[in-house]
C-alpha cells in the first residue's frame, strides 16, 4: 500500500461519495482514491417485536426458500410435470421445518430477546485519501 494523502474531510459518506463520482467522470485514475470511515460504531435499528408466532413465520419464510431451491436441484433430474409437485412439495416441507426451527430457536432463549433489528456501521466522518503522487492532480476537485 502506497502512502496517502488526506484530500477532503466530510461528516455524510454521501457527501464523500459525490467527489469521488466527479473525480471518476472527470478521467481522474480513482484506483488511486480511498474513503476512510473514522470513528466508526455500530447503530442497531430495532425493526419490531419478535413473538414466537414470528419467528416461526420467519423461519417458514427461509425454509420455503431452502425447499425451493432443494426442488429446482431434484427437478433437473425429474421428466415431465412432476418437477412441478416435487417442486411444490418441497417448498411445504422446506416451510414446516423452518417454522419448527424458527418456533424453537425463538422459544429456547426464553424472552432474552424478544426483539428483532438490523445491525449497520456508522462513522462519525468520512476522509478521502488520494495517493501522495496523485494528490497535486487531485487538489484541484476540492472546493
Same mark, same amino acid.
Given at each position: 500500500?502506497?502512502?496517502?494523502?488526506?484530500?477532503?474531510?466530510?461528516?455524510?459518506?454521501?457527501?464523500?461519495?459525490?467527489?469521488?463520482?466527479?473525480?471518476?467522470?472527470?478521467?481522474?485514475?480513482?484506483? !488511486?482514491?480511498? #474513503?476512510?470511515?473514522?470513528?466508526?460504531?455500530?447503530?442497531?435499528? *430495532?425493526?419490531?417485536?419478535? &413473538? +414466537? %408466532?414470528?419467528?416461526?413465520?420467519?423461519?417458514?419464510?427461509?425454509?420455503?426458500?431452502?425447499?425451493?431451491?432443494?426442488?429446482?436441484?431434484?427437478?433437473?433430474?425429474?421428466?415431465?410435470?412432476?418437477?412441478?409437485?416435487?417442486?411444490?412439495? !418441497?417448498?411445504? #416441507?422446506?416451510?414446516?421445518?423452518?417454522?419448527?426451527?424458527?418456533? *424453537?430457536?425463538?422459544?429456547? &432463549? +426464553? %424472552?432474552?430477546?424478544?426483539?428483532?433489528?438490523?445491525?449497520?456501521?456508522?462513522?462519525?466522518?468520512?476522509?478521502?485519501?488520494?495517493?501522495?503522487?496523485?494528490?497535486?492532480?487531485?487538489?484541484?476537485?476540492?472546493?
Amino acid at each position: 500500500m502506497t502512502e496517502s494523502s488526506l484530500l477532503a474531510s466530510f461528516s455524510d459518506y454521501l457527501e464523500a461519495q459525490r467527489l469521488v463520482d466527479r473525480m471518476s467522470d472527470d478521467g481522474f485514475p480513482v484506483e !488511486s482514491v480511498r #474513503i476512510v470511515g473514522e470513528g466508526v460504531r455500530t447503530v442497531e435499528q *430495532v425493526t419490531g417485536r419478535m &413473538t +414466537r %408466532g414470528r419467528a416461526a413465520a420467519m423461519g417458514a419464510a427461509s425454509g420455503a426458500w431452502f425447499g425451493v431451491l432443494v426442488g429446482l436441484l431434484f427437478g433437473l433430474f425429474t421428466a415431465g410435470a412432476a418437477w412441478l409437485w416435487l417442486l411444490l412439495i !418441497s417448498l411445504v #416441507i422446506g416451510a414446516f421445518w423452518g417454522a419448527v426451527f424458527g418456533f *424453537v430457536a425463538h422459544w429456547s &432463549t +426464553r %424472552g432474552q430477546r424478544d426483539f428483532s433489528s438490523v445491525m449497520t456501521l456508522q462513522a462519525q466522518r468520512y476522509e478521502v485519501h488520494v495517493d501522495k503522487e496523485r494528490a497535486a492532480q487531485a487538489a484541484r476537485y476540492v472546493l
